[in-house]
């Protein structure tokens, strides 16, 4: 049962752990996570000017792919400024607004993400599959229409479940264990049984998780089923060169959620770990997804080094 009454101590901010067992040496973590931070921003962001500068890049997979980027800037940017605050200024305060803020952006744009890749797999199936019919499909009202679909979808979805742990009664500890505002550590903290809301976020992530794989593979069985009917070899390696890039970074964001959540569901490991593991998932996909697609794309390279050279 949960109980609550007036004379408990409302808790009016929350302690973030950080990363304790690394923390001897603050500035050396401080100054590897800020190199971390300044190289997600730089390279998601020269991949933004590129697609946005260079006429060749002005086609829907790009433009999707700019979203991307995008997203990957919003979702580090929730969890880096106040880790690096932590490391500097052993700053590990966060009022229950902001927290409840961070937890919900955090959620949200991991699930805006998973929906923009889906997107993404949509447009190359589109690509490969009916060719004809690809300019009259992938239209710029219907690449605009879904980017901010996906955003809209995430956020109603995730943001509405959330709200009601704000009503939880927090009458201390406030220590999360954990660097940053992970719904799971918050509503842990409450005074009250909280059986509903752990197995509603479960429903929830699981979900928003696995729907959009599902369809992402999907997608991909189909488009396989496609290029492996085209006669010619060369053909086929150029069908297959179209979807390779976003294929991989398909696979490491999967990969990295898998890590996550398995993370949580083992048992007897330590929040250390869990931590480490959460802050793998803000951090990979940030950092590999426009290296993946200037090294693998000769457009992409193309645009990024005619942004930089005429900079």
């Not at 979203?67 to 229950?96: C, G, Q, R, W």
């Not at 699981?206 to 729907?211: E, L, N, R, S, V």
């Amino acid at each position: 049962m949960a109980f609550y009454n007036e004379n408990m101590t409302h808790v009016t901010q929350f302690l973030l752990a950080g990363l304790p067992f690394l923390q001897d040496h603050p500035f050396l973590l401080f100054s590897l996570f800020l190199t971390i931070y300044i190289t997600i921003l730089t390279g998601n962001a020269v991949l933004v000017f590129a697609v946005k500068t260079y006429h060749k890049l002005h086609t829907p997979m790009y433009f999707f792919l700019s979203y991307l980027a995008i997203l990957d800037m919003l979702l580090t940017t929730t969890v880096f400024p106040k880790l690096l605050a932590i490391f500097l200024l052993n700053s590990h305060e966060i009022s229950f607004t902001a927290c409840f803020i961070q937890l919900c952006m955090l959620h949200s744009l991991g699930f805006a993400e998973g929906l923009l890749l889906l997107i993404m797999a949509f447009d190359r199936y589109v690509a490969v599959c009916t060719p004809l019919r690809y300019t009259a499909i992938m239209t710029d009202r219907v690449n605009i229409e879904m980017v901010a679909g996906s955003f809209v979808i995430a956020f109603v979805i995730i943001v509405p479940p959330i709200m009601p742990a704000t009503q939880l009664p927090f009458c201390g500890p406030n220590k999360i264990n954990h660097c940053f505002c992970d719904h799971l550590y918050v509503i842990r903290l409450a005074c009250a049984d909280i059986s509903l809301h752990v197995s509603l976020g479960f429903s929830i992530a699981m979900a928003a998780t696995f729907i959009p794989c599902a369809l992402v593979i999907f997608s991909y069985i189909k488009i396989i089923c496609a290029v492996l009917k085209i006669g010619s070899t060369q053909g086929r390696q150029k069908a297959f060169s179209t979807c390779s890039s976003h294929l991989m970074v398909v696979i490491i964001y999967y990969i990295s959620i898998a890590i996550t959540y398995i993370a949580y569901k083992v048992e007897n490991v330590s929040d250390e770990f869990h931590a480490i593991c959460s802050i793998f998932f803000t951090v990979i996909t940030p950092v590999l997804n426009p290296l993946i697609y200037a090294i693998r794309n000769k457009d992409v390279k193309d645009g990024i080094a005619k942004f930089l050279t005429e900079k």
